[in-house]
């Protein structure tokens, strides 16, 4: 009997003990500007390396004070892009209009990573989204 309350309690464990949400609405970014987005690119790369970003920026242009917004969902703001700079940004960083988080991955993740397909720089509340070249790698 006791056996048998020790392997329901083995069970149970790792359902409640790793449970945890990603969700939090003090994070909650503004809504993806739908009507800003364009189809065209510039030559800025981004590649996805377990639960960063690494941006190349090789373009002459330097960005100031822009949002970064991946699959038109999530965002997070970004100081400064250099021009002819490498940047990382950590996935852990990126929030949606309601508070929900990315799942970055990484070794604890508790969910399959959210595949990055899309990536966007807006630069002005007014001005037309610029499309990076994302790169996927799995």
């Known amino acids: 009997?006791?056996?048998w309350r020790w392997i329901a309690l083995c069970a149970l464990l790792p359902a409640g003990g790793c449970a945890h949400t990603m969700y939090d609405p003090a994070h909650a970014s503004p809504a993806y500007p739908q009507?800003?987005?364009r189809s065209?690119?510039?030559d800025i790369q981004v590649f996805r390396?377990?639960?960063e970003l690494e941006i190349v920026n090789s373009t002459a242009t330097t960005y100031r004070d822009v949002a970064?917004?991946?699959n038109q969902r999530f965002m997070r703001r970004l100081e400064t892009l250099p021009a002819g700079a490498t940047v990382r940004?950590?996935?852990w960083d990126f929030w949606d209009v309601r508070?929900?988080?990315l799942a970055a991955g990484g070794f604890w993740r508790v969910q399959e990573p959210t595949p990055v397909r899309l990536v966007e720089l807006q630069v002005g509340e007014d001005e037309p989204l610029i499309g990076l070249v994302t790169i996927y790698v799995r």
Do not use: A, N, Q, Y
Request: net charge negative.
């Open 1 to 3: 009997m006791i056996r």
């Open 35 to 37: 009507e800003l987005h």
């Open 40 to 42: 065209t690119s510039v």
């Open 49 to 51: 390396e377990g639960p």
């Open 68 to 70: 970064i917004w991946i």
């Open 89 to 91: 940004v950590s996935l």
């Open 99 to 101: 508070g929900d988080r």
